[in-house]
């Protein structure tokens, strides 16, 4: 028989939130104590002025759940004794004899990621590729990075990997950016570059920008955790691999329930690995592959709001106004004007979702002069009105604005990239 609980259990959740895989997990713990409590839940993210809980049983823990980021932590988790779910500890501490043996542990599945990440942009037909770890080569990214150069090996092409900051002073963010465009520069192009993180791939999108590196023509950017808060600030925005990390912290939830009850004696491990790739416009080559096309975009995406017109766009790709639009029509299969508009409607989408802004407001917001206009290209466009958008009525999921890719499908390592 199961053990019972006659009082509420106690559960200490431990998550630096800044990380998005680690904001689902912590909401799939949640969830768990929602649906099976009631449960006593106490939230550690390790903040420098926030409240500490060392002393975890004179505090009345009967469980632990997270990840133990400092050796404050692991010793307090340690001594306390209790019941512990551990999210990607230190390997030297899970030995057979090692403190955490009876523990139950969490793992991302680094080489599967590694692997997604290389099956994806070999996908796009690159035929160059580069690999840029975490800054401290943590062995998680390592791992990662390592299983991304392998299928890149089976496949017969070389992959350059950015190398680890060996002097403490090269960790600062300005050093490493100088370090980081001095390394892309060099590298061969068009390239396709996988980063550890999301956070790795903006600071590479951002060092590409700086080296006067096109993205995505010359060089396609890739990202892990799909933080919606840092691939859709990018410009362009980043292309990340998902994690299924909600479900993933719900289990382990359960795996932390089955050990307060004393219904398991071998926790063992619960490994969870990528979901999909999500594709956004740094790894979208499909259409964008003229450089006057490139600056046009950038510069309409830049000032569209700001009440430019076809005659502004023009002065500043410095061509013939009948060559913009040739290549527009050609390449994106619309004209310079709608290139605009679309950007502005894509302005207001975001601002009717994210917003409880009025009609008004988000029209003159838009750079339109009247809302009947603005409410007929959004019709026009999205097939729905503005009211009914806002209201969830036109069958748009969670994932609005961000594109899944489809399957991959493989190409001839020799192809030319399109």
Known sequence: MRRVFRTIPQVVVIFYSSFKV??????????????????????????????????????????????????????AVISAKLPTVIFEPPAELCRPAGPFSKCGLIRSDSPAIGRMAAEYLLSLNFTHFAYVGDIHGSEWSVSRGNAFRAVLRKEGVDCSVYPTATFKKDRDASADRRRLCDWLLNLPKPVALFGATDTRGRQVIDACRLAGINVPQEAAVLGVD????????????????????????????????????????KPGTITYGPGSVIGRQSTDISHITDIVISRAREFIALNARAGIGVSDVVREIKVSRRLAELKFRQILGH???????????EHARMMLKETLRSIAEITASCGFETATHLGVLFRRHYGCTMSEYRAGKDGRDQGDGARTSPPFRRRSVGDPVL
Not at 337 to 343: G, S
Request: proline share 4%; glycine share 10%.
């Open 22 to 75: 680690v904001r689902d997990l912590r909401r799939g713990i949640l969830k768990y104590a929602r649906q099976h409590g009631p449960w006593g839940i106490h939230l550690i993210e390790g903040r420098p002025n926030e409240q500490k809980l060392l002393r975890l049983k004179e505090w009345g823990c009967t469980g632990i759940i997270g990840r133990l980021y400092t050796p404050e932590l692991i010793q």
């Open 226 to 265: 799909n933080d919606e808060d840092i691939c859709e600030t990018c410009t362009p925005a980043l292309s990340s691999i998902a994690f299924e990390a909600e479900r993933v912290g719900y289990e382990g939830m359960l795996l932390l329930d089955q050990l307060m009850r004393g219904s398991v004696r």
């Open 335 to 345: 004209t310079i004007l709608e290139e605009i508009q679309l950007k502005k409607l």
